[in-house]
């Protein structure tokens, strides 16, 4: 079988792309990417779609199918590994304009943030061909791919779309998701403080783990690239620990637990926030104010997870992390004023229940 890093060679861009480029223009430059999905798109081998970006730019996707061989582990001390073969999808997905490029696109540059742009461009009208079959055909195994859910690095190249004659290659370096896996093994201390804390969980003691949980997922989901929900589950846990703080308010000032759930429960957020927790602990919890620990979660993260859920709204790489950490900062942020000597002592459960990290 001929190994090569691309599909296209000249002969079957001459015969089978540049045909529809010329329908809209004549390329000046083409820059391809090779691409491989952690799933399955059914297109037909060797199906291509071009879809128009502008009318100086366009985009071209070329499916394949590849064999991918799943290790399956049975959990025996000493394993014999047993391999599934199922298929993936690998696009070539190709940028071509009549336009000329950034000279750093021509001279190859790691840090190029043109060739980061081109990518990212072409992702995006991908993930409108992946919605547009998923949805057709009903099929929720798949989903939008961002860069972080892809190889850590992957191949591309620049050619003269006139004669398609190669310009630049390389390596285009996305993340460093696989490559940063390393654990160090656990001090005894530490696997000993673990297992005194499985008892708090097993019985529920403590009120503040399930928002805890919820903040380290929205920390995984913004890593692996799944942003709307990295938001969602970021606003949540801040909702869980703040309602959570509230009703250990109310019982340590003397309300039945029955009671004080109901209460935090019907009381409305807003107010939650800027009333009843800053009068009990003090602190800036005005959100017209800018620049505020408060006020920057509130716009950064409250805001962007109602646009997401009411809007359907699809933050990108910088906004997802801007209002993941405007929300990470709210923990500290209470946990300093919770730690005040007189806070402290008029609210004695939130020093036995508070976890900092």
Known sequence: MENRPFYYTKGNYFMKMLPEIKKYFNPKYIIQFGIVLPFYVPFKDNTNLT?????????????????????????AYIEEEFVIENKISRVEMTFITKNSLPESIIQEDDKNDSLTDIFESLLRKLNIVIDSYRIKQQDYDIY?????????????????????????TGLFILHSNKLDKHRDTLLPMDTSTIMDFIDVLDNEINP?????????????????GDFRNSVITIQTSIESFLSNLYKVFLIDEGIEKGEATKKARDIRFKNL??????????????????????????????????????DGYSPNFTETQSALHSGLDIYPYIVDLLSDTEVASKYPNLVEYIITR
């Open 51 to 75: 879809y128009k970006l502008n009318n100086n730019e366009l985009a071209h996707f070329h499916f394949s199918a590849i064999t991918s061989k799943d290790k399956i582990y049975s959990g």
């Open 144 to 168: 939008n791919i961002t860069k972080e859910m892809l190889d850590p690095t992957i191949l591309y190249r620049v050619c003269d779309g006139k004669r398609f004659k190669e310009i630049n």
């Open 208 to 224: 503040f783990t399930y928002s805890i949980k919820l903040k380290l997922e929205s920390q995984r989901e913004f890593k692996i």
């Open 273 to 310: 926030v800027t009333h009843q927790i800053e009068y009990r602990i003090g602190g800036d919890f005005d959100l017209e104010k800018s620049n505020t620990v408060i006020s920057k979660w509130w716009s950064n993260t409250y805001l962007m997870r109602n646009n997401i859920v009411h």
